[in-house]
């Protein structure tokens, strides 16, 4: 059963049936020219095969291993450059936010506001988030259950009419390591929200590097396909032109040369889907 639809931008809907929608760009804006020359080079490939596409990268690396780790440019540059962004490009935006006050700050730019996964949990971040009347997309944290995201969406929708959606980026499993559970995705929209699926940050190995996290990116595609074939809503990859030099989570972000061939794919399994439904078997 589809789940109710959201509105990110002109044209821009989530849920509901909705196409697929594709969240994608570097995990960090590192400068002005890369954020433009990545978003230009990402909305050819989203044009050409008639996607939607959200351009995300993140302002502030809140939740760097280390304290010496590159952040980004801070809020104020980073907002100025994603208007930028927006305005050349014509993408809709979103990018990660820190703390409650950020929310108000971002809402005349952004298009969607994320909640950071270990944030997910946090009263005043969902309702300073929705009470900007924009749509929010909330990463379910590693320490999470499915289920644990109702309680998380109600507070969203005490405090705004923007709509709600949910993001699996996988869950903490022993040491250093996360694993994806595809039930979590149905459980999620039977919540009543569309549901997102962070390919990237679901192969991340957090800290394995010691002081960085590491990632294993020769899963991103598989586990992209499985989300499709399973049912999302929307698959949100960061990809990067050079990920061995990112300043940032670059063992975890998909080089933009593969991204064409990985969006092909699980499109194609996406009209395979809609068009076989996976039967109610309670």
Not at 135 to 161: C, E, T, Y
Not at 196 to 201: E, I, R, Y
């Amino acid at each position: 059963m589809p789940s109710p639809r959201i509105r990110i931008a002109e044209g821009v809907e989530a849920g509901g049936g909705a196409p697929l929608l594709v969240i994608a760009g570097p995990d960090s804006i590192e400068s002005e020219g890369h954020a433009l020359a990545m978003a230009r080079a990402l909305a050819e490939i989203a044009k050409a095969r008639g996607v939607s596409l959200v351009y995300k990268s993140s302002f502030d690396k809140a939740n760097r291993t280390s304290a010496t780790s590159f952040r980004g440019p801070g809020l104020e540059a980073g907002l100025s450059i994603l208007a930028r962004v927006k305005k050349e490009t014509g993408l809709p935006v979103t990018t990660d936010f820190h703390t409650p006050d950020q929310a108000a700050k971002l809402a005349p730019v952004v298009d969607l506001l994320q909640v950071p996964a270990m944030l997910s949990r946090q009263t005043d971040m969902l309702v300073a988030a929705a009470a900007t009347g924009r749509p929010v997309n909330v990463k379910k944290g590693q320490f999470l259950a499915p289920w644990d995201m109702g309680p998380a969406i109600a507070k969203a929708r005490s405090a705004g009419q923007g709509g709600v959606m949910v993001t699996e980026r996988g869950a903490t499993f022993g040491y250093n390591n996360l694993v994806v559970d595809f039930r979590g995705i149905p459980r999620m929209r039977a919540l009543g929200v569309p549901v997102c699926f962070d390919a990237t940050h679901s192969v991340q190995l957090p800290g394995g590097q010691g002081d960085a996290s590491g990632g294993e990116r020769a899963f991103i595609a598989p586990l992209a396909r499985a989300a499709v074939a399973v049912g999302v809503d929307a698959v949100f990859f960061e990809v990067h032109d050079d990920p061995a030099k990112a300043l940032c989570d670059g063992p975890s972000q998909l080089p933009l040369a593969a991204f064409p061939a990985i969006l092909d794919g699980i499109l194609a399994i996406d009209r395979a889907a809609r068009e076989h439904p996976v039967p109610d078997l309670g």
